[in-house]
């Protein structure tokens, strides 16, 4: 493999993936980073990366909806391999607005996969307006790897996990998304064989996590004093995984796992919500003890806790399965939780210009200044 194009390269765990495979995989090639930049896109999680691989990192601002650009890039870097991680992620956002989730999940997804198609068969430029020619994938030394969610497979009762067979029933307009988009990239396979793979994976944490979401979201709200909002009982329960360990799952997907197959991806680290943010809470006692913290005028961190409305529709528990993974690719997640999440929080409290520019969206600022849109 010598070229790969990332897409959503600058969102959390694309950011993180790129990082991976330049600095920790033993990848010698070049990587171009595809990434629209929507509010959850931040090319400074990469300006450093940006910086040292002059040479083997391009980044691309544009739309995976666009046909156009895509064509362009698959003709000027002859991609080897894709890693589809661009997609609305917010599950509560695709509850208020679900349009651009089913434009870029589906719409994007379906652009990427009849762009790789055309240009792996050798025929160029036949996917311009998404009219495909119905001929097969040409190139068998490619790979497609698509990275989707556990959020596919619906909710669980209190027993059970996910497996890759369990069927699916997506229960959110993300979700649903997603799974139309697995839809797609597995009939890819079927119908014109496509050299692809998948991953569901469940819920990740790490740096560079944009804070909507759950823990870089209670992380920054106790770092300030602010309530930590828990929604409902605070009893639904999600598998966390350690971001840097999702990244080498997808990896070692990409380069080793067989053509048409599903890897479900996961923690072993069921945890209720409630306990989640407690963790965070304790980690900070740890590193910022709430005596010493101003913001918190007197309180624990753990008085901030906040039980508010519940999502409509809210997943109660996920839990997955990856023996799969385990069996057929020696995958297994490094990282445990507590210290995951001292490592976390460790981060958030040594980069406080990031989170202030995330959170005063300065870093648009920075990125007109820095990029143009790449012509390919
Ligand atoms: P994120 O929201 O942090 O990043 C998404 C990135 O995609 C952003 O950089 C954004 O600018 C880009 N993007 C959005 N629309 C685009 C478009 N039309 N064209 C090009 N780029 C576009 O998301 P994330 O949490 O890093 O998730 C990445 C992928 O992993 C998603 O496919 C998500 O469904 C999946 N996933 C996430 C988790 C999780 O816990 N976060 C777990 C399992 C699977
Ligand atoms: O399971 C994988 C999924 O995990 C990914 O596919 C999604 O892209 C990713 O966003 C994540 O979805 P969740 O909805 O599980 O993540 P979120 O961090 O939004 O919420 C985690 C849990 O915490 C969930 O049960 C809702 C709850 N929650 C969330 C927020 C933002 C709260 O209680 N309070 C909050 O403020």
């Keep these: 493999m010598k070229t790969i194009l990332v897409t959503g390269g600058a969102g959390f765990i694309g950011s993180n993936f790129v990082r991976y495979v330049l600095e920790r995989s033993g990848f010698k090639g070049l990587i171009v980073n595809l990434d629209k930049l929507t509010y959850a896109g931040n090319p400074e999680n990469l300006a450093d ?7 083997r990192y391009v980044f691309v601002k544009g739309d995976i909806c666009d046909f156009a650009l895509l064509g362009r890039l698959f003709k000027k870097h002859k991609f080897d391999a894709v890693a589809h991680f661009a997609a609305e992620s917010h599950v509560d956002r695709s509850i208020f607005g679900p349009r651009d989730f089913v434009e870029t999940n589906i719409h994007g997804t379906f652009a990427l996969l009849e762009s790789a198609r055309s240009a792996w068969a050798g025929h160029g430029t036949g996917a311009s307006a998404g009219q495909g020619t119905g001929a097969s994938a040409g190139r068998r030394d490619v790979r497609f790897h698509h990275v989707s969610t556990d959020e596919v497979y ?4 209190a027993t059970g996990k996910f497996k890759e067979t369990t069927p699916y029933d997506p229960r959110s307009p993300y979700s649903a998304s997603k799974a139309a988009s697995d839809h797609l990239v597995r009939a890819y ?23 909507e ?12 004093g602010k309530p930590l909002p828990v929604y409902g009982d605070g009893r639904n329960v999600r598998d966390w995984l350690y971001v840097e360990d999702h990244c080498a799952a997808v990896w070692r997907i990409l380069l080793k796992g067989r053509p048409g197959e599903t890897y479900n991806v996961g923690g072993d680290c069921e945890m209720k919500n409630i306990d989640v943010v407690k963790n965070v809470c304790a980690a900070l006692e740890e590193l910022l003890p709430s005596p010493e913290n101003p913001a918190l ?9 906040t039980f508010v ?5 809210h997943d109660r528990r996920y839990a997955i399965d990856f023996s799969k993974l ?7 997640p490094s990282a445990d939780f507590t210290g995951g999440i001292l490592r976390t929080v460790r981060w958030y ?8 520019n995330v959170k005063t969206g300065a870093y648009r600022k920075w990125l007109d200044k820095n990029y143009r849109r790449s012509r390919a």
């Design 189 to 211: 396979h079927h119908t014109y064989g496509l050299p692809v793979t998948i991953s569901n994976c469940s819920n990740n944490y790490g740096p560079w996590h944009f804070p």
């Design 326 to 332: 385990k069996r057929e690719l020696g995958w297994r």
């Design 154 to 157: 619906g909710s669980l009762g």
């Design 309 to 313: 409305k519940d999502r409509p529709g």
């Design 297 to 305: 005028k007197g309180k624990n961190y753990e008085d901030l806790i």
């Design 349 to 356: 409290l040594d980069n406080p210009g990031w989170v202030k």
């Design 49 to 55: 990366i940006g910086r040292k691989y002059k040479d």
């Design 213 to 224: 979401k759950l823990i870089p979201l209670v992380i920054l709200n106790a770092m300030e």
